[in-house]
C-alpha cells in the first residue's frame, strides 16, 4: 500500500484556510476587497460577537449569475486573471480564488447574489466545507454573504482566538484602513447593533480621515504630494504635536491595496526624527501608485505585504514626501513646535576644572527656607512649586551639602567608628526617628531603615552593584546628571537613582493602595474630550474603572466626553494623554481579569504622571523623592521592571580604581 496518498477537497481547502483565514478580521477583509474589486460603491459590514458568532458584508456591486456563483465556491476559480502573464500586472484586490471556498470550509456559509438583468438572485448554503445548496431565490442587486459559527469545525483554531472586544477591534482596524484607500466608497461598519464606522464615499479623503479620527485630527493634518516618472505620492499626515503610542495610525496603500512595507515606515520615523519624542508616532494616510510591474503583491498568503522593484527608491520619495509636507510648518513655527515635542534640554560644553582650597570657608546657609510650615510634602508639590520659585544656587547647594557631611559623617578614624556613627540612626526608637526626621527636614538626610523596620522586606546582599538600599544606610543627594539621574551617597557606597522610574514605583504603589478608588480634584474649567468611535466604546464600557482611577467623565455629544475631575496626583496638562494612553493599552489587551486590567491602568497612570527626564530637581525635590521612594513596598524597580537604583559599594569603587590589594 502506498504511503503517499492525495489529499481530498475538504482536507485541502481547511489547510488553505490557515493560510487565508487567520481570524474574523481575515474573513471581513477578504470579503470587503471582492465587494471592491465588485465595482460597489456601498458597503455594509455587521457582526455580533467580535464576529466569532456572525458576520454579514453587503455591497451593491455588479453581482453573479448562477453559472457564476457556482464557480466561485470552487478552489482557484476567478475572474481577476486568464493566465500566468496576468500575475505581473494584477490590478485588483483578490485574485487567488481561495476565499469563498476556504471560508465555506471552516464556518456556515450564506451567499445571496444578483446581478443587474435577472429577474431572481442565487442563495449558496455550505455548511463546513460539505455539498453545497444552490437554489434561485429573490433578493437585492449585488452580493450578500453571511458567515456564522466561525471555525465551529476546527475547535483547535477557535481556542486560539482572542476576546470578542479584541477580534472586533481587528475588524474596525481593517475596515478603517480599507475605508482610507477607498474614499469614493460608502463604508458602514456596525458592532453589536452599534455603529462604529461610517464615511461619507464623496471620493474626499480628507473628508474620510475627519469622520473616521474626529475634527481635532482633521484640524491637524497636512497634505503630502509628490510625483516623478516612476512614483507617485499624495494623502495627508499629521502636525509633530499630535502623536500616537503605536502605528496603528498609519495607513499605506500601493495600488489601492493596503501593505505593511518596513522601509516606508523608517522613511517616516526619519522625516520626523527631530521633531518628535522616540515615543511617539505621527498619523499618516499615504497614497502611493508605481508601475504594476515593479511590485510583487504575491509575497504573503494575505497579500499584506509587498514587495518593490526598487525599494530604496520608495524610501527616498515617501521621505521627501513626509519631509516637504512638515518642513513649512516647521519654518514657521519652529520654536513653537520645538516646545510642544520635546522640552528644551541644556548644551554641556566641557569647561576647564575649577579647584577651590580646603582651607576656604563655605558660605552659611539659611535653613528658613526649608522650615517644616514652608516644605512640600510630596515630590509633586515640591516639583510644581520649583517652576514658580528660583531654585537653589549652586554655592549654596554645596553649603548644604557639606552641611550635611559634617552632621552625619564626622571625621573618623577609621571604618568602624563610621558604621558605628551611621548604625545609630538605624534604632526603632520612637523619638530617635522624631528627631531624625526634624533633622530631615534641614540637611536632606534620608532615613532608609523606615521602609521596613521588622526586616520582612529587607534587601539581600548584592554581589552586581545592583539596586540596593542598606537597612541602616543614610543616603544624602549630591546632584543630578544629564537633569536625569540623581547621585546619592551614604558612608559606603554611590547611589545613581532614575529620577522617573523612582517616582513612578512610588505613585504606582500609592495609587495601587488606594482600594476604594483614587482621590480626585474637580476641574474649574471642564475639558472636552473627542475620541473616534472605537475609543468612544471603550470608553463606555469602561467608565467605572474610569471613576476609581479618578477620571470623571461623562457624555457631551456621540463622540464627545467632559472630563470633570482628575486624579488629585495627575497634572490637569497630562490627564488627557493619560486617558488616550490607557484607551491604548485596554485596546491591545487580550484575555484579562479585573485586577490585570487595573494594574495595567495604574501602571499607565504613574508613568505619564511621574517626573520626567529632563526635569531640574533641586537638593530639597531630591530629598524628598528619595524619602517617598524609601518608604515604598518594592523600591528597586519601577513599575515595568525597570531598576530605579543603582548602588556602588566602597568596594565596588576600590575595584573600578583598581585599589584592590594596595595598603593606601
Known amino acids: 500500500m502506498s504511503l503517499i496518498h492525495v489529499l481530498d477537497d475538504n482536507t485541502i481547502n481547511k489547510i488553505a484556510a490557515g493560510e487565508v483565514v487567520e481570524r474574523p478580521a ?63 500586472t494584477i490590478g485588483t484586490l483578490g485574485f487567488r480564488g481561495e476565499a469563498l471556498p476556504t471560508i465555506a470550509s471552516v464556518s456556515r456559509f450564506t451567499m445571496l447574489t444578483r446581478q443587474k438583468g435577472d429577474d431572481l438572485g442565487t442563495r449558496v448554503d455550505i455548511s463546513g466545507g ?19 459559527d466561525l471555525f465551529f469545525n476546527t475547535p483547535a483554531r477557535k481556542k486560539f482566538l482572542k476576546t470578542n472586544h479584541t477580534e472586533g477591534s481587528k475588524i474596525n482596524d481593517f475596515i478603517v484602513k480599507l475605508a482610507l484607500s477607498r474614499p469614493d466608497i460608502e463604508f458602514h461598519f456596525i458592532n453589536n447593533n452599534k455603529v462604529s464606522v461610517v464615511t461619507p464615499g464623496n471620493d474626499n479623503l480628507f473628508d474620510t480621515i475627519q469622520a473616521i479620527y474626529g475634527a481635532n485630527v482633521a484640524d491637524s493634518l497636512l497634505a503630502l504630494s509628490l510625483e516623478s516618472e516612476e512614483v507617485k505620492i499624495s494623502g495627508y499626515i499629521t502636525k509633530p504635536s499630535l502623536l500616537k503610542s503605536s502605528r496603528g495610525w498609519q495607513t499605506c496603500i500601493v495600488n489601492g491595496r493596503i501593505i505593511q512595507n518596513r522601509a516606508i515606515a523608517k522613511a517616516i520615523d526619519n522625516a520626523y526624527k527631530s521633531l518628535i519624542p522616540k515615543s511617539g508616532f ?22 499584506s505585504e509587498m514587495k518593490f522593484e526598487d525599494e530604496g527608491l520608495i524610501f527616498k520619495a515617501v521621505y521627501k514626501a513626509v519631509l516637504d509636507a512638515i518642513r513649512p510648518a516647521s519654518d514657521r513655527r519652529l520654536g513653537e513646535v520645538a516646545a510642544v515635542v520635546e522640552k ?34 510630596t515630590i509633586y508639590e515640591a516639583v510644581h512649586r520649583s517652576a514658580s520659585q528660583p531654585s537653589i544656587s ?19 578614624e577609621s571604618q568602624e567608628t563610621v558604621a558605628e556613627s551611621t548604625k545609630s540612626f538605624g534604632t526603632s526608637d520612637q523619638s530617635m526617628l522624631t528627631s531624625q526626621a526634624d533633622k530631615s527636614e534641614l540637611t536632606g538626610q534620608i532615613d532608609l531603615s523606615a521602609a521596613d523596620q521588622n526586616g520582612e522586606n529587607a534587601p539581600q546582599a548584592d554581589g552586581d552593584g545592583q539596586a540596593l538600599l542598606d ?91 467632559r472630563l470633570m475631575e482628575v486624579p488629585a496626583d495627575v497634572p490637569v496638562s497630562e490627564a488627557e494623554d493619560i486617558i ?48 517617598e521612594l524609601s518608604h515604598t513596598p518594592f523600591p528597586y524597580t519601577c513599575p515595568h521592571g525597570r531598576p530605579t537604583i543603582l548602588k556602588f559599594s566602597s568596594e565596588d569603587l576600590a575595584k573600578m580604581f583598581k585599589r584592590t590589594g594596595f595598603g593606601f
Open 471 to 561: 537597612a541602616d544606610g543614610t543616603i544624602i543627594p549630591i546632584g543630578q546628571v544629564d537633569l536625569t539621574y540623581i547621585i546619592a551617597q551614604d558612608a559606603k557606597g554611590l547611589y545613581l537613582i532614575d529620577q522617573h522610574a523612582a517616582h513612578e514605583r512610588i505613585l504606582f504603589d500609592k495609587l495601587s493602595a488606594m482600594a476604594d478608588g483614587i482621590p480626585s480634584q474637580q476641574l474649574l474649567v471642564h475639558q472636552l474630550l473627542t475620541f473616534d468611535r472605537k475609543e468612544a466604546a471603550l470608553v463606555e464600557e469602561n467608565k467605572e474603572l474610569f471613576a476609581k482611577l479618578g477620571f470623571h467623565m461623562e457624555s457631551a455629544g456621540d463622540l464627545d466626553y
Open 394 to 412: 549652586f554655592a549654596t547647594a554645596q553649603a548644604e551639602l557639606q552641611q550635611a557631611r559634617q552632621t552625619h559623617y564626622p571625621a573618623v
Open 130 to 148: 460539505k455539498t453545497p445548496d444552490i437554489i434561485e431565490t429573490g433578493c437585492g442587486l449585488g452580493t450578500t454573504i453571511k458567515v456564522e
Open 344 to 377: 528644551p534640554r541644556p548644551n554641556y560644553t566641557m569647561e576647564p576644572m575649577h579647584f577651590v582650597p580646603a582651607t576656604e570657608p563655605a558660605r552659611p546657609v539659611s535653613t528658613a527656607a526649608y522650615s517644616r510650615d514652608s516644605a512640600p510634602r
Open 282 to 303: 505621527p498619523l499618516a494616510v499615504l497614497k502611493i501608485e508605481v508601475p504594476q510591474r515593479t511590485i510583487d503583491v504575491n509575497v504573503h498568503p494575505q497579500k
Open 26 to 88: 481575515s474573513v471581513i477583509k477578504e470579503l470587503i476587497e471582492n465587494a471592491m474589486d465588485a465595482g460597489a460603491n456601498r458597503i455594509e459590514v455587521e457582526i455580533m460577537a467580535g464576529g466569532t458568532s456572525f458576520m454579514r458584508v453587503t455591497d451593491n456591486g455588479k453581482g453573479m449569475s448562477m453559472e457564476d456563483a457556482k464557480l466561485a465556491i470552487l478552489r482557484h476559480a476567478t475572474s481577476k486573471i486568464r493566465e500566468v502573464g496576468d500575475l505581473n
Open 580 to 627: 488616550r494612553e490607557i484607551l491604548t493599552g485596554l485596546n491591545e489587551m487580550h484575555e484579562t481579569t479585573a485586577k490585570e486590567i487595573r494594574q495595567h491602568c495604574l501602571a499607565t497612570t504613574a508613568c505619564r504622571a511621574a517626573i520626567k527626564a529632563g526635569e531640574e530637581l533641586n537638593l530639597r525635590q531630591m530629598q524628598i523623592l528619595l524619602e
